[in-house]
């Protein structure tokens, strides 16, 4: 059975991810300690809330240095505000830094379409999400079908520094905004998998292919 282990640090949805997990057949184990996240076979870093206040709540448990180590050497997978933590800083209320495994900033959704017209914040419902530069073979991507729909709630968006990292993106007025990352084993997703259907039910299962 594959296993994997939630980080626990008070700003993630757990029980619908390790539902989602557990009915793809991995036995999942919760993390609130460096020591529970060194051990681990596989991560997943789950997120929701305010970029400030999450970043606060892990140092306060002493998770920052230890999550950096961890993404160095496994299978890492950072959703929602989880990936959005993996970047260098974020503007969210006030300037953030964040964990600085991932090149770039995380900045506010446009207000506005690229033709002008005003977007709806937050962008909340299903979405298409296609390749930006980068090609889906071999990622954990590989078996998503071109018609697809994952499920999004947010307010902030990941602004990569690397065209490379960017593994896919959705229309957002016109605007290609980050649907998901990856650099080597470090994968984010902005949208949530484990409330995606199908679609996100393969991701999973993917993820617990590594």
């Known amino acids: 059975m594959s ?4 980080i ?32 681990a076979d596989r991560l997943v870093f789950p997120g929701v ?21 961890a993404a160095n050497n496994k299978p890492f997978l950072g959703i929602c505000l989880g990936m959005q933590m993996l970047l260098d ?5 006030e300037l953030t830094q964040g964990l600085g495994l991932i090149a770039g900033q995380v900045k506010q959704l446009p207000s506005t379409s690229i033709d002008g017209q005003p977007m709806t914040i937050p962008h ?14 071999g990622s954990l991507l590989a078996d998503i079908d071109a018609n697809n729909a994952f499920y999004f709630v947010h307010s902030f968006y990941a602004d990569v ?25 470090i994968i984010g997703c902005q949208f ?19």
Request: charged share 20%.
């Open 49 to 69: 809330g305010a970029f400030p206040q999450a970043m606060a709540q892990l140092q306060k448990q002493n998770l920052v240095d230890t999550i950096k180590e």
């Open 192 to 210: 949530h998998p484990e409330k995606s259907g199908e679609m996100g039910l393969k991701i999973i299962e993917s993820f617990l292919q590594i």
């Open 124 to 137: 909340m419902g299903w979405s298409q999400i296609h390749p930006n530069q980068v090609q889906w073979q």
């Open 161 to 185: 520094a690397d065209a490379k990292d960017q593994l896919a993106v959705f229309d957002f007025g016109g605007h290609a905004i980050s649907a998901a990352l990856q650099k080597d084993n």
């Open 8 to 39: 626990d640090y008070g700003a993630g949805n757990l029980l619908n991810v390790q539902r989602a997990f557990e009915h793809c057949g991995a036995e999942v184990n919760i993390a609130t300690t460096p020591e529970q996240i060194l051990t």
């Open 3 to 6: 296993k994997i282990t939630l």
């Open 89 to 93: 800083q974020s503007d969210e209320f």
